[in-house]
């Protein structure tokens, strides 16, 4: 359960872990308004739905929603996960977070197939000439690039494994400030996206450590974890300011990996002709650098 406290700097641990089925109901529920559902009209202490509100929505019983959200009740089912899905409001993000949070699994997927090796991952990513493109895995490490990531994101064949992770780059590092135009927005995102990743392969307690470790060192981090978004980077826009090359932008896109839930693609093409000529000068820079 995420606990609020007058200082954030010293907060206990537990305000640092994965948020459970309790506390992102109650989130949720809090964060909903009365009069846009037609419930308003008498004065509330507290803000957002009454549990019993959200019950009637639900067609559930008070004391059982009451309960749930107490940490009380059992496991629900896939039924009562939809009807609360609709009577929350959630997007697809966050009723697939519902659904990992209430049953601690993903859904079935059959046979696993065999996961492809990185070596193979490599040479996919080598032919893309045109893009920026790496893996990464549900801590968000980077394990394999090509060429025009490190040119136009970071140079990650520089860092040591254990610094090699996009968050860590993009919360304790001054290049993303220096070149993101929207590094901001960029970050927000990221960690809402990093929080569904984990919950997707139930790698809650294996990441904690990293997220305490950032909780205390980046104050944005601290910020943006605690506010306890939920959503998918399956696609957008980023735009970057280069040394020597001057702005870029690119558009990009996540695939997952194939037999490898827990590894991912992310593709960056050149919106327009002058970016690819931005992108080809990015390269050319790097390579007489090294």
Not at 5 to 27: G, H, Q, T, Y
Request: with cysteine; proline share 6%.
């Amino acid at each position: 359960m995420i606990k609020k406290s007058p200082s954030r700097r010293n907060a206990p641990d537990d305000a640092r872990v994965l948020e459970n089925l309790p506390a992102f109901l109650r989130r949720c529920r809090e964060r909903l308004d009365p009069t846009v559902l037609g419930l308003g009209g008498h004065r509330r202490r507290t803000p957002g739905l009454r549990r019993e509100e959200v019950a009637q929505r639900a067609n559930a019983s008070v004391t059982w929603y009451t309960w749930l959200e107490q940490g009380r009740e059992g496991t629900p089912s896939a039924d009562m996960l939809d009807r609360l899905s609709r009577a929350l409001l959630l997007s697809s993000d966050e009723r697939e977070h519902l659904f990992l949070l209430a049953q601690q699994r993903p859904p079935a997927i059959g046979r696993a197939p065999v996961e492809p090796s990185i070596a193979k991952l490599q040479a996919v990513l080598d032919s893309l000439r045109g893009a920026a493109a790496f893996i990464k895995n549900h801590r968000w490490d980077v394990l394999a690039w090509n060429e025009g990531a490190l040119a136009v994101l970071t140079d990650y064949a520089a860092m040591p494994p254990d610094e090699c992770n996009i968050l860590e780059i993009l919360f304790c590092r001054p290049e993303p400030r220096e070149r993101m135009q929207t590094w901001e927005t960029d970050a927000r995102a990221a960690v809402a996206a990093f929080r569904r990743d984990v919950a997707r392969v139930g790698a809650g307690d294996e990441v904690q450590p990293m997220i305490n470790s950032l909780w205390s060192r980046s104050e944005c981090f601290r910020r943006f974890w605690d506010e306890g978004a939920v959503a998918s980077l399956a696609d957008g826009r980023k735009v970057a300011m280069l040394p020597r090359v001057g702005r870029i932008i690119l558009d990009y896109n996540a695939f997952d990996v194939e037999g490898a839930p827990h590894l991912s693609m992310v593709v960056y093409n050149p919106v327009s002709d002058s970016d690819r000529a931005a992108l080809d000068a990015a390269i050319s820079v790097f390579r007489s650098a090294g």
